[in-house]
Structure formats: structure tokens, C-alpha cells
């Protein structure tokens, strides 16, 4: 607004005179802002109440269907044992349940180190380890270069290895470990490493097994050898090479390995080829030689891992035996494609030697300090007879879910019913809702009148407390849904489907059947005729006396009353749905036309622009002509004082 100096010569009140001059284009103006301001209040409050109405809608849609209602209880003779959860598809009655096992998580106590440690320590420090290999170059010179340990975490089909070295941590090897899929920490109060499995169950636990030989002497020192390491001797002695010493068969550490990595091997090249399948040629695209051998050497290779052969030659070629001892150490669905085959022959190779050979590397597995590892294990019940496991203690059989909570000496009995208590609950969470919203409704629609009540403007609150501007403000908002043909409508159609009777059985039924009814308009509280209350229900003032007919029908004879409710529902949600539906003026899942108030409110907007434009050109008009006046005024009253001056005055 550009700033006007007038009134100098005249000494008249220029602004107020123009003010008064254009007041009636200001107030027509102001009177489609106050309209539309009001307009933008009563979106909001359909928009309010809409969601209210979709919220009972959606929740009616889904209250039509049999599978809402199929609420179970289960109960267990020995609540110390079991607890049980029935879901809609469990069968009444009484069952048998023994457990047998729980599931246990997959655990590895650490051995107790050396005192003073930290997770800062190098593992170097630990114990008698060294990362350093001594070898001799070209010159006959001794080279010392680093040496990595390699040691392999298996967890739930997936094997990392991770390196350790001589600069490497305490902290840093726990941190590796956690990234491999476990949970490890290193106590410094107790001087030992603690390693978990992240869940219950035996395809959730971990194995931690060297990768070569300074691994295994990295675990010793760790004290995370455990008893898995030695134990198995028949099993690895399989695959040993023995030698004679002094007339004496002996185990023979060089050829064991040099067998095993021949072995390995041809197995990882034959996992490979399988993987790539075998060429196909054509006459127009022939094999290539490249091609051929590769077809050459899959026909050779396959008998080795092709377990299955018709052929008694091919099958004797099977190696069965190391396939499964190399997925054993390595974790369960073992990848060869995967897996580079140098550190196969390594990791099985260390296993197999620190398991035959007690001492070497510095580590004897008779007699180093070992840490304690527990399998992780599934659970295991016995329900009607039949045998079932978990990788947790929750067991699911035919909508039954079992939380074992302990074993069992023998039999424990599972007592299964309807839940009538849940289906009390569904029909009085249902009701409070539809009461609720109707309340609200009614309220909305039978509000006071607030016709000489108007939004302020800005002169207008600036002469009022802010206090006295919410009241009047929510004076008016209160008043905005009263008596609209729209909200008579959506009430309408709820009480309607509400009050009507249906048929089941060839009975017909309403709510009243059940002890389900509205107080009337003497009993009932302002605004509240509509609403249904519970005859007996302990959390009702007003029929908390009253017997209670809802339960004892729930209890009798629940098929009736579950199709009522489906009925009642479907009639409610079939209105809702009507009222709901897009048009011209309103979009779909609406009640009320916000297309149309839209519209109405941009055209509100085009009017308050075209006065506000016409107010601007009244005032420009009016002080230019006060202004040419100011200057006539100015002009006539210096040629006056000129003239004085010239007389002598």
C-alpha cells in the first residue's frame, strides 16, 4: 500500500473521508471473506467426521464375514508347562500335549584368558602365536613376511572367514565376529569371550572352526577351541594317509593333504561344471573346442557328486563321505560354487589334521584350555500322538500355537472352547463405536443456532481478548453442521439399517432379542436417543441391572447370533457404502460433497479478489481527487501570502 501524505493544506482527515467513501465496497469485501472463512471452517469439520464415518465403515465391512467371529480359548492343565493361543480354525475340545524339548540358542563360553587383558590387547599378545612365516628368496636370504590366520563362522548356511594378523584386536576380531552373523562380546571382568547365536534352533546356531593352521592356534589362544576339536577322530580318520615309521603305520600329515586337495579339488571343478550346465551343439551352431572339453570334463567329473547313478562304476566314483564331512564343519546348505576351493582344502584339511595330529602348530587339543559350546536345538512336542519340532518354543498345529514354557514328566491336556467373553467384546467395541459416532452426529446436527454470530476480522479481534475470540470463534463452529440435509441424511441411514429386524432361521430377530436397546427419549441424554446400551453390562449406570440376555444367547446358541450380527452389518455397510459412493459433486469414500464446497470456496476466492481490486480503484479515485484539492489549496494560499506581503501586511 503505497503511503499517502493529504491533508496538509486543508487539514482535513483525508484517510478517514476515503475510508467512509469506499466503506461499502470494503464491507461487501469483508463479507465474503467472513463467508469464506466459514466455508473453510465447515470443510473441516466434514472432513473430521468423514474420517469418523470411513473409520465405522471399514470396520462394519469387515464385521460381515463368518472368519470375524471365530474367537477360541484355549486353556492347559499345566500352566507352568504350556501356554496355549487358539486361533478361528481351532477345533473344540480336549487334546493331549507332551514336550518333549525346548529350543535352545546356539551358545560358546570362552576359556578364561591370561589377566589384564582389553579389547585394545593384539591378539598377538594373547598367547604363544605368531603371524610371521620365515621363508628364503632367490638370494638365500631369510624373508619374515605376515602371515594370516583364517578362521571360518558358519551361521545358518552362510560361512565367513575372517583374517587375523599380528597387529589385529581383541575388539576388532569380536567386531568381525558379530559382522558374521553371531553375537560376541568379550568380557573383560571374567577374561573371556562369550558367542551367541542371534535365535533359538538348530538352523539358527554357528560353528567357528579354523581356516588353516595359524586359525586353529588363534582359536586355541582365544580359548575358543571346544570339544568339537578332537573328539571325532573315527569320522576324520577317513580321510588320512598313513606312512611307516619304525615297522609302524602312522598317520601321515603331507600326504593327507596333498590326497585332500586333490579330492577338493575335483569336487569344487565338479560343483562348478554342474552349475553351468553342459553344451548342446546344432548343425547350424556346432560345439566349439573350448566346448567340447568342457563337455569332456563335466562327463568325467559329474559321477564324483551325481550320487545316483545307474552306472555301478559311476556310483563307486561317488565321494559321498568327504562331501558330507566338508558340509558338516563348513554349515548346513554349503556353497562349492561359491566357496574358492584354496580355502576348502585349507579349513578341511586344519580340521582334520588338529583332530589326528594332538600337537602341532603349538596346540594340543588334549590338553589346552577349551571353551564350552551348547547346540542350538529345536523344540519338540507331542501333540495327539504326533511329533512335532521348531526352531523356536512356539509350536503352530492346526490353528493351536504352543509356547512351551518346560518339559513335561507326561501328558498335559489342552481344553479348547468358543470365546464368548472375546465375542461379548467384539459386539460392545462395535456398538460404542457406532454410539460414538451417532452421538457425535446428533450433537452436530442439533446444535445451537449461531445466525448473529460471523468470523472476526482483523479490526474486529484487535478490540478482544483472546479468550473472547475462541469462544466466539467456536460458538460459530459448533453451529456449522446444524440442521444440513446432509448429515440427516448419513444419520438416517445408520439408524435404519440399525433398526431393522432380520431374518435367521426363519426367526426374525433385532437387537432388542438380545437385550440390546436405546433408552428412548425420556431416559436417554441429550443427544444420545440413538444410541444402544447392553442390558447387564457391568460398565453401563443406566441397564447394569438389567439381565444379561447378550451373554446367555452367546453362550446358547452362538450361530444365531453371529448371523445377526452379519446381517445388521451388512445392512450398515451396504447404506454406507450407497452414501459413499463419487458423483459429480463428491469423491468416492465421502459423505458430504467436497467437490462441490471446493468449487465453492475458489469462487469465493474470485470475489474477494474482484472487491478487493474494486476497493483499490475507489481509494486511487478519491485521493487523487483530494490530492489535486490539496494542491489547488496550496496554490491559492501561497498566492495569498505573496499578495499580503506585497501590501505590507
Request: with cysteine; aromatic share 8%; proline share 1%.
Amino acid at each position: 500500500m503505497p503511503i499517502r501524505l493529504s491533508g496538509l493544506a486543508s487539514g482535513l482527515d483525508t484517510e478517514a473521508i476515503v475510508g467512509a467513501l469506499v466503506s461499502s465496497y470494503s464491507y461487501k469485501k469483508d463479507k465474503y471473506v467472513k463467508a469464506q472463512t466459514k466455508h473453510a471452517w465447515k470443510q473441516d469439520a466434514w472432513k473430521e467426521l468423514n474420517t469418523k464415518v470411513y473409520s465405522l465403515y471399514t470396520s462394519v465391512g469387515n464385521m460381515r464375514y463368518s472368519s470375524n467371529y471365530m474367537l477360541k480359548k484355549s486353556t492347559v492343565s499345566d500352566a507352568t508347562k504350556a501356554k496355549v493361543t487358539a486361533s478361528g480354525n481351532a477345533v473344540n475340545g480336549t487334546q493331549t500335549l507332551e514336550i518333549k524339548k525346548l529350543a535352545t540358542t546356539g551358545y560358546l563360553t570362552g576359556a578364561k584368558l591370561k589377566s589384564g587383558l582389553t579389547s585394545d590387547s593384539a591378539i598377538s599378545s594373547v598367547g604363544n602365536v605368531s603371524f610371521t612365516e620365515e621363508t628364503t628368496n632367490e638370494e638365500g636370504e631369510t624373508v619374515f613376511t605376515e602371515s594370516k590366520g583364517v578362521i571360518d563362522v558358519a551361521v545358518n548356511g552362510k560361512r565367513t572367514s575372517i583374517q587375523v594378523g599380528s597387529t589385529t584386536t581383541i575388539g576388532q576380531f569380536i567386531n568381525e565376529l558379530n559382522k558374521a552373523g553371531v553375537q560376541a562380546n568379550f568380557d573383560e571382568k571374567n577374561q573371556r569371550i562369550f558367542v551367541s547365536a542371534t535365535d533359538t534352533g538348530a538352523e539358527k546356531d554357528f560353528t567357528i572352526t579354523a581356516g588353516n593352521q595359524r586359525g586353529l592356534k588363534t582359536l586355541s589362544v582365544l580359548g575358543l577351541l571346544t570339544d568339537d576339536y578332537g573328539t571325532n577322530k573315527e569320522e576324520a580318520a577317513k580321510f588320512a594317509k598313513t606312512k611307516t615309521v619304525d615297522g609302524e603305520e602312522v598317520y601321515d600329515s603331507a600326504a593327507t593333504k596333498e590326497d585332500l586337495k586333490s579330492r577338493l579339488m575335483r569336487l569344487h571343478n565338479a560343483y562348478v561344471l554342474k552349475a553351468q550346465g553342459k553344451y548342446i551343439g546344432t548343425v547350424e551352431e556346432p560345439l566349439t573346442e573350448q566346448q567340447i572339453i568342457h563337455n569332456e570334463m563335466y562327463d568325467t567329473l559329474m559321477p564324483y557328486i551325481m550320487k545316483d547313478e545307474s552306472s555301478e562304476e559311476q556310483a563307486a566314483k561317488y565321494d559321498g563321505e568327504l562331501i558330507s564331512y566338508v558340509e558338516s564343519q563348513m554349515g548346513k546348505n554349503f556353497d562349492w560354487v561359491q566357496s574358492d576351493a584354496e580355502s576348502i582344502i585349507d579349513a578341511v584339511f586344519t580340521q582334520i589334521d588338529a583332530t589326528l595330529n594332538e600337537s602341532n602348530e603349538g596346540v594340543n587339543l588334549s590338553e589346552d584350555a577349551k571353551g564350552k559350546k551348547i547346540a542350538g536345538s529345536n523344540s519338540e512336542i507331542i501333540l495327539n500322538g504326533e511329533t512335532y519340532t521348531a526352531d523356536t518354543n512356539s509350536v503352530t498345529v492346526n490353528g493351536l500355537t504352543v509356547e512351551c514354557l518346560a518339559t513335561t514328566d507326561g501328558e498335559v491336556t489342552i481344553n479348547t472352547t468358543t470365546d464368548i467373553d472375546s465375542l461379548y467384546d467384539k459386539v460392545k467395541d462395535f456398538l460404542t463405536n457406532y454410539n460414538n459416532l451417532m452421538n457425535e452426529m446428533q450433537k452436530l446436527y442439533n446444535a445451537d443456532s449461531a445466525k448473529d454470530y460471523e468470523p472476526l476480522t482483523d479490526d474486529e479481534k484487535a478490540e478482544m481478548s483472546d479468550d473472547q475470540i475462541e469462544k466466539w470463534e467456536q460458538k460459530i463452529k459448533d453451529s456449522l453442521l446444524r440442521r444440513d440435509t446432509t448429515l440427516s441424511g448419513v444419520i438416517s441411514t445408520m439408524t435404519m439399517a440399525m433398526f431393522n429386524t432380520y431374518e435367521v432361521n426363519g426367526v426374525n430377530y433385532g437387537w432388542s432379542t438380545f437385550g440390546i436397546h436405546t433408552l428412548g427419549t425420556m431416559n436417554a441424554e441429550k443427544n444420545e436417543g440413538y444410541a444402544f446400551h447392553i442390558d447387564g453390562d457391568s460398565e453401563d449406570t443406566k441397564t447394569s441391572g438389567e439381565k444379561d440376555k447378550l451373554r446367555v444367547a452367546l453362550a446358547s446358541d452362538p450361530e444365531t447370533v453371529i448371523e445377526f450380527l452379519k446381517q445388521v452389518t451388512t445392512g450398515l455397510y451396504k447404506g454406507l457404502d450407497e452414501k459413499m459412493k463419487s458423483s459429480a459433486i463428491k469423491s468416492v469414500y465421502t459423505v458430504y460433497n467436497d467437490k462441490q464446497m471446493a468449487s465453492e470456496y475458489s469462487s469465493y476466492s474470485t470475489l474477494i479478489k474482484q472487491w478487493s481490486d474494486r476497493v483499490t480503484e475507489m481509494e486511487d479515485s478519491y485521493y487523487k481527487k483530494f490530492s489535486q484539492m490539496e494542491a489547488a489549496l496550496a496554490k491559492l494560499q501561497s498566492n495569498s501570502s505573496s499578495l499580503t506581503q506585497m501590501l505590507g501586511g
